[in-house]
């Protein structure tokens, strides 16, 4: 129909200028009945089917529903969003399988220094650390940060001081440090070889989660890049690049080369994009559009329907893989999970895999690790 054409050029127009629209039907309960979803990820990057043996998968997939159980748990008995985000999030950070609290990657000088952020989409709240080293569960002293302080971002010594302050958990350095990842350093150093080469993969770990209050809720945790010098941080702590959440538009957890991450603003990009298309006043819009074509070709085309159709599955999707297509093009790779106030729970990676699993009240419970297994939304640059 010539009205739904139009309507998607002047779409593409708007997001292309950063031009805002009044809605009215913005703010509108558009949700039928409570419900909840939740998406996780554990890691992204060049997986090869043919070197992951039988017992490994299975471990992966266990951890990752672990991680999904403890999450859905809180979400089906009414909790919060950011609860759940932290209840899916302390089991990864606690398993040597995934590059974030215990098992994390080497620093070029030997630690573990630890990376987190937390988001809490009802007000924009948001919490995170870098360069912590003693921290059990950095996402727990992320959101510390978010509710027990005037900041948003701590690093290193002064952020486990206040650490202190809160009584959170902490461990020895024996506690972080595991027997591959200290292979995969000595590796690196007697091969000259980069973090990307020695690793494959990013291990970083994150949830996002829709509650039964509508609420959203993003969430990341890393152990950064193998090798990683002078102090450099990624974008898993960076409200934005790694971490995002809007009750607007959508919350995003984001894993892949930090770097890139950072220079798109992946997290918080998408979520513009999303709450761009669902500003616009369609009613408006229409009755503009009366005054130069026929009510012939506007047959079929009443506002409700590209509201709906601009809140759908297919927008938070394209939304998404257009962002990490940038990525893509300026060198970077890696993926995204993003869950919308709709209750879509999505992934994009322009990788061969991402460790990930995604569940809903409606039924939906899945967790998979190379691309094209699971829904639609699980092939690469789909």
Same mark, same amino acid.
């Given at each position: 129909?010539?009205? #739904?054409?139009?309507?998607?050029?002047? &779409?593409?127009?708007? /997001?292309? %200028? @950063?031009?805002? =629209?009044? +809605? $009215?039907?913005?703010?509108?309960?558009?949700?039928?009945?409570?419900?909840?979803?939740?998406?996780?990820?554990?890691?992204?990057?060049?997986?090869?089917?043919?070197?992951?043996?039988?017992?490994? #998968?299975?471990?992966?997939?266990?951890? &990752?529903?672990?991680? /999904?159980? %403890? @999450?859905?748990? =809180?979400? +089906? $008995?009414?909790?919060?969003?950011?609860?759940?985000?932290?209840?899916?999030?302390?089991?990864?950070?606690?398993?040597?399988?995934?590059?974030?609290?215990?098992?994390?990657?080497?620093?070029?000088?030997?630690?573990?220094?630890?990376?987190?952020?937390?988001?809490?989409?009802?007000?924009?709240?948001?919490?995170?650390?870098?360069?912590?080293?003693?921290?059990?569960?950095?996402?727990?002293?992320?959101?510390?940060?978010?509710?027990?302080?005037?900041?948003?971002?701590?690093?290193?010594?002064?952020?486990?001081?206040?650490?202190?302050?809160?009584?959170?958990?902490?461990?020895?350095?024996?506690?972080?440090?595991?027997?591959?990842?200290?292979?995969?350093?000595?590796?690196?150093?007697?091969?000259?070889?980069?973090?990307?080469?020695?690793?494959?993969?990013?291990?970083?770990?994150?949830?996002?989660?829709?509650?039964?209050?509508?609420?959203?809720?993003?969430?990341?945790?890393?152990?950064?890049?193998?090798?990683?010098?002078?102090?450099?941080?990624?974008?898993?702590?960076?409200?934005?690049?790694?971490?995002?959440?809007?009750?607007?538009?959508?919350?995003?957890?984001?894993?892949?080369?930090?770097?890139?991450?950072?220079?798109?603003?992946?997290?918080?990009?998408?979520?513009?994009?999303?709450?761009?298309?669902?500003?616009?006043?369609?009613?408006?819009?229409?009755?503009?559009?009366?005054?130069?074509?026929?009510?012939?070709?506007?047959?079929?085309?009443?506002?409700?329907?590209?509201?709906?159709?601009?809140?759908?599955?297919?927008?938070?999707?394209?939304?998404?893989?257009?962002?990490?297509?940038?990525?893509?093009?300026?060198?970077?790779?890696?993926?995204?999970?993003?869950?919308?106030?709709?209750?879509?729970?999505?992934?994009?990676?322009?990788?061969?895999?991402?460790?990930?699993?995604?569940?809903?009240?409606?039924?939906?419970?899945?967790?998979?690790?190379?691309?094209?297994?699971?829904?639609?939304?699980?092939?690469?640059?789909?």
């Amino acid at each position: 129909m010539i009205i #739904r054409q139009f309507v998607s050029l002047v &779409l593409a127009g708007l /997001l292309a %200028a @950063g031009v805002v =629209v009044p +809605a $009215s039907a913005a703010a509108d309960d558009h949700v039928d009945q409570p419900r909840w979803s939740i998406a996780i990820h554990g890691g992204a990057g060049t997986l090869d089917p043919d070197k992951m043996t039988p017992e490994k #998968r299975a471990a992966y997939e266990a951890a &990752l529903q672990n991680a /999904l159980d %403890a @999450g859905k748990a =809180v979400l +089906a $008995s009414g909790g919060s969003a950011v609860d759940a985000v932290k209840a899916a999030i302390i089991p990864m950070e606690d398993d040597p399988l995934f590059n974030a609290g215990r098992g994390a990657v080497f620093t070029w000088e030997g630690r573990n220094e630890l990376d987190a952020s937390i988001m809490d989409g009802r007000d924009r709240s948001a919490g995170a650390v870098t360069g912590v080293t003693t921290i059990k569960n950095p996402i727990l002293l992320a959101d510390k940060v978010r509710t027990e302080s005037p900041h948003v971002f701590m690093m290193g010594e002064g952020a486990e001081g206040f650490a202190a302050t809160q009584n959170i958990e902490t461990a020895p350095p024996e506690w972080f440090a595991t027997e591959a990842r200290k292979q995969s350093l000595e590796r690196m150093k007697a091969n000259a070889l980069s973090s990307l080469d020695v690793d494959h993969k990013f291990g970083t770990v994150g949830a996002v989660a829709l509650d039964m209050e509508g609420n959203l809720a993003a969430g990341t945790s890393t152990g950064g890049m193998t090798g990683k010098r002078w102090g450099r941080i990624g974008d898993a702590p960076v409200i934005g690049a790694g971490t995002y959440a809007d009750n607007r538009s959508c919350a995003v957890s984001a894993t892949g080369w930090g770097e890139y991450f950072i220079r798109v603003g992946v997290a918080q990009e998408i979520c513009t994009r999303l709450r761009f298309a669902q500003m616009i006043d369609f009613d408006s819009m229409i009755e503009g559009l009366k005054e130069v074509v026929s009510e012939d070709e506007l047959t079929g085309g009443e506002p409700s329907d590209f509201q709906a159709y601009f809140r759908s599955e297919k927008i938070a999707q394209n939304g998404a893989d257009n962002v990490m297509a940038e990525v893509k093009e300026l060198g970077g790779d890696g993926g995204v999970i993003l869950v919308t106030p709709e209750g879509h729970a999505l992934y994009s990676f322009n990788t061969t895999g991402m460790y990930r699993g995604r569940a809903t009240s409606d039924g939906m419970n899945e967790v998979a690790i190379f691309g094209g297994e699971g829904g639609p939304s699980d092939t690469p640059d789909h």
